[in-house]
């Protein structure tokens, strides 16, 4: 609680005015992180919206579609087109079928997948394991991959190979992840033979995967971090560091480089909910099961619950990281107060 | 001052032992000799190479300074005085070149040392203190860990004892609290505490040299003297040689035992403060001395005199008050004034006591939390709407930083045209007519109008940012610090062109500084600030006089040169010395 108060004014309060400031940052706090649990509610809540809407929109009579979904090819009898349009409660109003798969979505009931007739949320919670590893990996790659790129591009002083590694960065995000994926089966797999083709067989049937995943996401982070040491580079208080006779590596790595995280911080932010997108590519080529997976199989049958649990679970996971992210915010830049007002260094009054 | 790396015993250890200074730059066994040369430079020429090619920015420089001396270098912005400094550090920036000559340290020629050695110099035998300490300290690193890391890069104690030193060093630079003050982040602390810690980092390895780079340009007056003060006796005592560079001639001649003088890149004079002062030789250097509003008593004006109550009063504030949701105290506390036509009203204090805020709540750009504000009788406290638009056309703002409040990308006749245009004044044609009439009022040639804000210098925005102020011809002008980022010889042109502008147009102003010898020249009236609160209101003359607030009191002890006589006395070491 005391790292988030707000800072203590320069013009020197006394002692209790210090108290009631803690106090009242306390309840600011409290207030704020309400606030963004009811903001992160009503992402996920438009996530489900959005989705819902966009398969009502749909053309088609989604319970046609659904009995179609199951694969079986003989024509399906009215009556049973009845039952299903009553198990899933189509016959109700549009409005009334809403409220009532929001009620259960609130408690967690995602509804049966169509095609498999298994609950959504237990196909998810059994899918999440292998793609948390693959998405988690694939960060912890980008990460150091990126950041070294990025530090390594700053830190050359020469302009040649300083200009080739800071244009690596758009090279890789421009390179599809299915064409890296091939290549690198093509390179490691088949040629090479040190890692499997295809599956997910443990650590080893990891790395490819994991690899083909971080290269856009490690050019990012690069992209970004190396663009924000470089303006923290010329920032004055470098000046005062080279006074002080810092070398340059002391520059980058204690002076630069936790400002320039910041910016960082919120691309990858933003990266977890791309990394969750691009699993769906990854799993297909790399043929692993997991989210990816399920929601690949899902769309190409129109099992409408499967698409809709795999959207709402998203939305949480975005939220979530966003939320720890703008949690972690502050405690990396203490001018950032989480009321969101940062304190202006030299503020006028 | 002690040296961390004497007073500690832990000092055997083989890690953190004192690597030998670079022999012929050893400290002095004992005290420095006060004539022992420290730095000589010599013909020193510096380049930028720029996109269009070379700049010569500094032109065979010399300079002197000895142990235990301080040397002011004083100059415009763009005379070449901070590329000197830099150029002395070995802290220039890439695109700047050394042409020629020599900068001797100790013994070495700093100008062909290698980078690796240079560095070894730096923070260790040569400190320096930057220009704006709002910015000059790592925002997310705790002060005491910046403290020490000079201690750190040049091993000149071990590491677990480094928290301690730096609280040391904190508390020998004078700095309230250190324990506290070293755990906290910079900007926790106000200006001049921050310019304290940049002062405990330059002397933390007592170094022979100090470069001090318009060391309080960005601080308050009453601050700056404290800053000052402490720095020349910590440097007085430990013998070190300060080379101080300033814009204020003010500054240089209460703290400096010589000056030396630059324009265009070149020294014009050198010599010993008092005579440089009393005689200048040069016609620029007479030129400064008589800009420099609070060296030159005699040509300051008269204080102008009210125009006497008017009938009724332009701008009424009465009782206004601001609080900031989580501050302990209101920002503005009970604040009332009046302000008739054709009149100034200064309003003086330190940073924080509300001087902005105020004008802010005026300008109707923050809410007032309780009070009146009336114009021209008419109640603008909660105006909106329409109400408010009329109000921003009666009374228009004059901001301290004219390179971010002019959009660099406008040109001129759109900056000042846009409020033409957001009133719809005129016609497409007579409105550049009237731009080019307002730029001819501040002094401007009509070819301005099709220059940018970014090809200006700073006298010349801040012209311009007059005449967009005049150009919907307000009643009244609120300036927040109009000329505090100009140089003197430029803030005494515009401080005339305000005066002549309210003489031909009539127009009242509010006139916010925490400098009270540029207030003199301007205001009728002075209200001071202190703490949100109006502490004293007068007339100009009587409350330079006879201030009756110690707040007052101390505000005008602080305008630079008015504590000018000790230093014509030199300090006797100096004495013994020549």
Redesign the interface.
């Known amino acids: 609680m005391e790292e988030l108060t707000a800072p203590a004014s320069p013009t020197g309060t006394g002692g209790t005015a210090g108290a009631v400031r803690t106090v009242r940052a306390g309840g600011l706090t409290r207030r704020y992180a309400a606030g963004r649990v009811l903001r992160a509610a009503g992402v996920v809540w438009a996530a489900y919206t959005l989705s819902f809407l966009v398969m009502e929109l749909l053309p088609g009579d989604p319970v046609a579609a659904m009995a179609g979904a199951g694969l079986q090819l003989q024509p399906v009898s009215e009556v049973r087109l009845a039952q299903l349009r009553e198990q899933y409660g189509f016959d109700q109003p549009v409005l009334a079928q809403y409220v009532d798969y929001l009620a259960r979505a609130a408690r967690g009931d995602l509804g049966d997948s169509v095609a498999l007739g298994r609950p959504v949320t237990s196909m998810i919670t059994t899918a999440l394991p292998p793609t948390l590893a693959l998405a988690a990996s694939a960060l912890a790659l980008a990460l150091v991959g990126g950041g070294a790129l990025a530090l390594a591009a700053t830190y050359t002083r020469r302009r040649w190979p300083r200009q080739v590694l800071l244009s690596l960065p758009s090279l890789g995000v421009s390179l599809p992840s299915f064409w890296v994926g091939l290549m690198l089966v093509e390179l490691l797999s088949f040629r090479a033979r040190i890692f499997p083709a295809f599956g997910d067989d443990g650590v080893r049937g990891l790395v490819l995967p994991a690899m083909t995943l971080a290269v856009p996401t490690a050019a990012m982070i690069a992209q970004v971090l190396a663009t924000s040491l470089l303006t923290a580079l010329d920032e004055p208080y470098i000046q005062t560091a080279r006074g002080k006779g810092a070398s340059r590596a002391r520059l980058q790595l204690w002076h630069a480089l936790p400002n320039a995280c910041l910016s960082t911080l919120t691309v990858a932010g933003l990266l977890v909910g791309q990394l969750l997108a691009s699993s769906v590519v990854i799993e297909t080529v790399f043929s692993r099961d997991g989210i990816g997976r399920i929601t690949a199989d899902a769309v190409t049958v129109q099992d409408i619950p499967v698409v809709q649990g795999v959207v709402v679970f998203s939305a949480v996971v975005v939220v979530i990281t966003n939320l720890l992210i703008d949690l972690v915010y502050p405690l990396l830049d203490r001018r950032i107060t989480l009321a969101g007002a940062a304190a202006v260094p030299g503020a006028a009054r | 001052m002690t040296s961390p790396d004497r007073t500690h015993p832990d000092m055997a250890h083989p890690d953190m032992a004192h690597p030998q200074p670079a022999g012929d730059l050893a400290e002095p066994a004992a005290g420095p000799a006060r004539q022992d040369p420290v730095l000589a430079v010599r013909s020193l020429s510096v380049s930028y190479h720029t996109g269009s090619g070379p700049v010569r920015v500094v032109h065979d420089l010399d300079l002197d300074l000895s142990a235990g001396e301080t040397l002011a270098l004083v100059g415009e912005s763009g005379s070449g005085k901070t590329t000197t400094a830099h150029a002395i550090?070995g802290?220039l920036p890439s695109m700047a070149r050394i042409d020629g000559g020599s900068v001797t340290f100790g013994r070495r020629d700093l100008v062909t040392l290698p980078e690796r050695q240079l560095?070894?110099?730096?923070?260790?035998y040569i400190?320096?203190v930057?220009?704006?300490p709002?910015?000059?300290?790592?925002?997310?690193?705790r002060v005491g860990p910046q403290v020490a890391?000079?201690l750190r890069?040049?091993r000149l104690a071990p590491r677990h004892d480094l928290p301690r030193l730096a609280v040391e060093l904190l508390d020998q630079a004078g700095v309230p609290d250190p324990a506290r003050r070293a755990r906290?982040?910079?900007?926790?602390?106000?200006?001049g505490?921050r310019q304290r810690v940049?002062i405990a980092?330059?002397l933390a390895a007592q170094p022979r040299l100090l470069i001090a780079d318009e060391p309080t340009s960005a601080l308050d007056v009453t601050v700056q003297r404290r800053i000052l003060d402490h720095l020349g006796r910590l440097a007085d005592a430990a013998g070190i040689a300060i080379l101080l560079v300033t814009h204020d001639l003010a500054v240089a001649a209460e703290r400096a035992d010589r000056i030396a003088v630059m324009t265009g890149g070149r020294v014009v004079e050198t010599g010993p403060a008092r005579d440089l002062l009393a005689d200048p030789s040069h016609p620029y250097t007479r030129r400064l001395v008589e800009d420099a509003p609070s060296l030159a008593p005699a040509r300051a004006r008269p204080a102008r005199t009210s125009p006497g109550p008017g009938p009724a009063p332009l701008l009424a504030v009465e009782h206004l008050t601001r609080h900031f949701p989580?501050?302990?105290?209101p920002?503005v506390d009970d604040v009332t004034f009046t302000i008739g036509p054709r009149e100034t009203l200064a309003l003086v204090g330190e940073?924080?006591?509300?001087k902005?805020?105020t004008a802010r709540l005026v300008t109707r750009l923050l809410a007032p939390s309780g009070g009146r504000i009336r114009l021209r009788g008419q109640d603008v406290t909660t105006a909106r709407g329409g109400e408010l638009r009329a109000l921003r056309r009666h009374v228009q703002l004059v901001y301290q930083n004219p390179y971010a409040s002019l959009d660099p990308r406008h040109t001129i006749a759109q900056v000042i045209i846009e409020p033409l245009r957001a009133y719809r004044v005129g016609t497409r044609p007579t409105r550049r007519a009237r731009a080019a009439e307002l730029l001819d009022r501040v002094g401007l040639p009509a070819a301005t109008l099709d220059r940018r804000a970014a090809e200006l210098s700073g006298g010349q925005r801040q012209r311009v940012a007059i005449a967009r102020a005049l150009a919907l011809e307000p009643e009244l002008i609120v300036f927040d610090e109009p000329v505090s980022a100009l140089d003197v010889s430029v803030q005494a042109q515009i401080l005339d062109l305000l005066a002549r502008v309210q003489d031909e147009t009539g127009v009242a102003y509010l006139f916010i500084s925490h400098d009270l010898a540029v207030v003199s020249q301007l205001a009728h009236r002075v209200a001071v600030m202190r703490?949100g609160r109006v502490v004293e209101t007068g007339p100009t003359g009587e409350v330079f006089t006879r201030p009756s607030h110690p707040c007052t009191q101390e505000l005008l002890d602080a305008i630079p040169g008015a504590r000018r006589t000790p230093r014509q006395q030199p300090p006797a070491h100096l004495e013994e010395a020549r």
Not at chain 2, 134 to 141: H, S, T
């Open positions: 550090a802290l560095r070894a110099l730096r923070g260790r400190g320096v930057p220009q704006d709002g910015v000059a300290l790592n925002p997310v690193r890391e000079v890069i040049h906290q982040y910079p900007h926790e602390l106000s200006g505490l940049l980092i330059a989580g501050e302990a105290h920002a940073s924080g006591s509300g902005t805020t703490a």
